[in-house]
Structure formats: structure tokens, C-alpha cells
């Protein structure tokens, strides 16, 4: 009896995707200036929200990582279980569930900051990722 592994299929969005999410960690890297930048406007957190009114963060905290690491485990995790669904799904649905999850994310983190009374930035694709899981 021969066994074979069927690998998850890394469709044309995942790869929009994480190829995105990749080039914006190297440019961080490359380029050590944007990440004060990335730091001070993109990344969420309640002070981001409520006092400097920087809204959009809800959404752009999830394009950025904090390290390779990071970046590789969210990468993983997306293929593995985002192919099948993005192929079950039309591209416009798989893209707003992404959005909707990045958002609610971001809404938590704000809350539990609120809740808990730190208001440290956070940054990475985790809460689409578990989303999606």
C-alpha cells in the first residue's frame, strides 16, 4: 500500500496574500526609518483609537509583524487552512471574511486594552487567521 500526502492548494489569493504580508515585513526590514513610521500609525491600540483618532488601525495593525517568526506562522497557518476555504468561497466572500475578522480583532484588542488598562500596539494577521480557523 503506497500513502501520499495531499497538500493543501495554495490558491492565487493566499498567494496575493501572503506575498503582501511578506513584502511589507521587508520593507520594514530593509528599511528601519518606516518601522517608526508602521509604529506610530499603522499599528492599533485604544490609545491609537481614542486619543489620537486613528481609526484606520483597526484594519492596518493586521499587515504588519513583528518578526520572521511571526510572519512564518501566520503564513503557515493561512495555507494550510485558508486554501480549502478560499475554493470553497467566491474571492469577494474570502476577502470580507478577512476584513471582518481583522476588524473584530482589532475591536478586541481595544476592549481588553480598555478592560485591562495598558495600551501597548499590536500588529500581526493573527486574528484573520484564527478567523479562518
Known amino acids: 500500500m503506497r500513502t ?5 492548494p495554495f490558491t492565487e489569493n493566499l498567494q496575493y496574500l501572503i506575498g503582501t504580508l511578506a513584502g511589507l515585513f521587508f520593507l520594514t526590514v530593509l528599511f ?4 517608526a513610521i508602521v509604529f506610530e500609525t499603522l499599528l492599533v491600540s485604544q490609545e491609537s ?9 483597526l484594519l492596518t495593525y493586521g499587515l504588519w509583524h513583528a518578526d520572521a517568526s511571526h510572519l512564518f506562522f501566520n503564513g503557515f497557518a493561512l495555507w494550510m487552512f ?8 467566491s474571492n469577494r466572500r474570502f476577502w470580507w471574511f478577512n476584513m471582518w475578522c481583522l ?4 475591536i478586541l484588542v481595544v ?5 485591562f488598562g495598558y495600551s501597548t500596539p499590536t500588529l500581526g494577521y493573527s486574528s484573520a487567521v484564527m478567523g479562518l480557523l
Not at 501520499?4 to 493543501?8: G, L
Not at 476592549?111 to 478592560?115: D, E, F, K, N, S
Open 111 to 115: 476592549l481588553a486594552q480598555l478592560l
Open 103 to 106: 476588524l473584530g480583532g482589532g
Open 49 to 57: 483609537v481614542f486619543e489620537r483618532f486613528q481609526i484606520w488601525t
Open 4 to 8: 501520499s500526502i495531499a497538500w493543501p
Open 82 to 89: 485558508g486554501g480549502h476555504i478560499d475554493r470553497r468561497w
Open 32 to 35: 528601519p526609518q518606516l518601522h
